[in-house]
C-alpha cells in the first residue's frame, strides 16, 4: 500500500528564506518579544511608532481587530524597543525614548488617567485617589483602576506605580509577581546613581 | 467574521506553501516563488471573501509559480549573474517518491501536490485549477493510482 504521508511532511521553509521575507515585508503592525524577568512581553510598533506592550499572545487578534489584520511578526522592527526594555529591565535605563503610537488609547477619561500615571517618576508610586484626583473626577477610584487595566502602554506609559492607599499592590494586566517586580526594580534603581546619557 | 491577524494565517500556511513551491518550480526558484506569494498575501490581506482563505493563499502561490516559470522561459540561455546558490538545506529524504511525483502529467501533478501537501479540498483544488471539484478529485485519484503503480512496479 503506497504511502503517501511524504508529502505532507518534510522541512519548513528554511531561516534564509524566511529572513529574507521578513526584510521586505511591510505590515502595518509589527510585533516582536522581549522575555522580560517576569514573563514574555509582546511588543507593536507601526510607523507612528510603539503601540501596545501586551503580556499576553492574544495581542495578535486585538491588534488585528483594532488597528490591521496587516500585523507580523517582524522582530527587526522592534529593535529599538526591545533593547530599551532590556535596558529598563536591567536597570541601566530609567527613561524610554521612543516614539509613541496612541491611537489605541482611548480618548476621555483613559487618556488623562495614562497622561497623570505618566507624571509619575521614576521609583515612586502614587495611589488610585491621586490618579483620579489628577485626572479631574476624584470619586472616581474604580473606574481608574479599569482604564490603568487596558492601558495599550504597559511599562513604558507606568501604570506600574499606582497602588493602593494602604500600600497593597492593586491590579495589574500583567499579573501582580510584574508588578511587585517592576516595582522592585525600581526600588534597587533608585538607591544607586541614576545612569549618565552615554 | 473578523478577519484573522496575517501572523497567525502565515505561521500556519509557510511550511506547506514552501514544500508546494518546491515540489512545482524546484528549490532554486521556490525561494522567489515564497517571496512573491507571501508579499502579495500581505499587501492584499484581508482577500474580501474570508471563508476560503487557504484557497485564496494557493491562488497566489500558483500564480506566482506560473509568473516564474514564463519569465524563466523568456530569460536568454546564457544569463549575466551566476546562479544564485540554493539555501535550502539537507537533501530531501524521499528524493526517488518526489521525483515520481515530478514526472506525473501536470494535471495530475498539480492537484495530488494541492490535496497533499497544501491540504486543500477538492473543491478549493478545482478553484486554484480552474476545474470543477469533480475534474480535481478525478485528477488527484488518477495521480495516486499512478504513483501506486510507479511504486509497485519498482518493487517487483
Known amino acids: 500500500m503506497a504511502d503517501l504521508s511524504f508529502l505532507s511532511s518534510g522541512p519548513g521553509v528554511p531561516d534564509a528564506v524566511l529572513d529574507r521575507f521578513l526584510a521586505s515585508a511591510e505590515p502595518d503592525v509589527a510585533v516582536g518579544t522581549v522575555d522580560a524577568p517576569f514573563g514574555r512581553v509582546w511588543v507593536a510598533v507601526t510607523a507612528r511608532g510603539l503601540a501596545r506592550v501586551a503580556f499576553a499572545e492574544d495581542v495578535y487578534d486585538e491588534l488585528a481587530r483594532r488597528l490591521s489584520p496587516r500585523v507580523l511578526d517582524v522582530p527587526g522592527r522592534t529593535d529599538a524597543v526591545r533593547r530599551q526594555l532590556d535596558e529598563f529591565f536591567a536597570g541601566s535605563r530609567q527613561a524610554f525614548d521612543l516614539e509613541l503610537d496612541e491611537s489605541l488609547v482611548r480618548a476621555g477619561f483613559q487618556r488623562k488617567v495614562l497622561d497623570a500615571a505618566a507624571t509619575i517618576p521614576y521609583g515612586a508610586a502614587r495611589t488610585y485617589g491621586e490618579v483620579a484626583e489628577a485626572a479631574g473626577s476624584p470619586r472616581a477610584v ?13 511599562i513604558v506609559v507606568p501604570c506600574h506605580r499606582v497602588i493602593r492607599a494602604g500600600g497593597g499592590l492593586g491590579g495589574y494586566a500583567g499579573g501582580l509577581p510584574a508588578k511587585r517586580w517592576l516595582l522592585d526594580r525600581e526600588a534597587d534603581s533608585r538607591t544607586l546613581p541614576a545612569p549618565t546619557d552615554a | 467574521m473578523s478577519p484573522p491577524p496575517f501572523q497567525t494565517f502565515f ?16 528549490p532554486q526558484d ?16 484581508p482577500p474580501r471573501d474570508t471563508t476560503n482563505l487557504k484557497g485564496w493563499l494557493y491562488a497566489v502561490a500558483r500564480n506566482k509559480a506560473t509568473d516564474e516559470h514564463r519569465a524563466r522561459a523568456r530569460r536568454p540561455l546564457a544569463h549575466a549573474d551566476p546562479p544564485e546558490t540554493s539555501t535550502v538545506g539537507a537533501a530531501d529524504p524521499e528524493p526517488g517518491l518526489w521525483a515520481d511525483v515530478g514526472r ?52 517487483s
Open chain 2, 30 to 45: 521556490a525561494e522567489d516563488c515564497f517571496q512573491e506569494t507571501w508579499l502579495a498575501a500581505l499587501r492584499a490581506w
Open chain 2, 104 to 155: 506525473l502529467p501536470e494535471k495530475q501533478r498539480t492537484a495530488v501536490l494541492h490535496r497533499f501537501v497544501a491540504d486543500l479540498a477538492y473543491d478549493e483544488i478545482g478553484a486554484v485549477m480552474g476545474t470543477s471539484p469533480e475534474a480535481a478529485r478525478r485528477n488527484v485519484h488518477e495521480g495516486v493510482t499512478r504513483l501506486r503503480q510507479t511504486w509497485q512496479t519498482s518493487r
Open chain 2, 11 to 26: 505561521a500556519e500556511h509557510r511550511d506547506a506553501v514552501w514544500r508546494l513551491l518546491v515540489a512545482t518550480v524546484g
Open chain 1, 142 to 154: 474604580r473606574a481608574v483602576g479599569s482604564a490603568l487595566g487596558a492601558n495599550p502602554l504597559c
